[in-house]
């Protein structure tokens, strides 16, 4: 299997069977987040406790990029400290924008979604769940 095959596999599979679905309740901060280029719409909420994702959950419409993506977000960072989950927002930009991650931090599936790096107006697609979680923390002000 060719390695965009399996890619595309990863990608499909998280659209098809979205992992974290739905509404935290109670959640400690509810964020919305649009990108109007492609229609797409991302509600990402969160519980942190201790310093800790407890819970992250997402709903949403849009293109399969952006809704796999806000999946694989939900389960790359739900019960991980809020700081792994900033190294791993900043990680998952810098890919989508060709850089290289410092300290080369391993993405694991996440590393599906950099062939949409060939077709710059669905990195917003990629990108959005994450901008939207960026923006959770910010607003939780947990920095
Ligand atoms: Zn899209």
Redesign the pocket.
Known sequence: MSLDTLYREVILDHYSHPRNRGVVEPADVVRDGA?P????EIRVSLRVRDGVVEDVRFEGK??????ASASMMTERVKGRPVEDARRTIAAFKGMMHGEQAPGGDDLGDLEALQGVRKFP??V???T?SWITLELALDELGTA
């Open positions: 990108n280029l492609c229609g797409d849009g293109c399969s990029i952006s809704q107006v669905r917003k697609c990629a959005l």
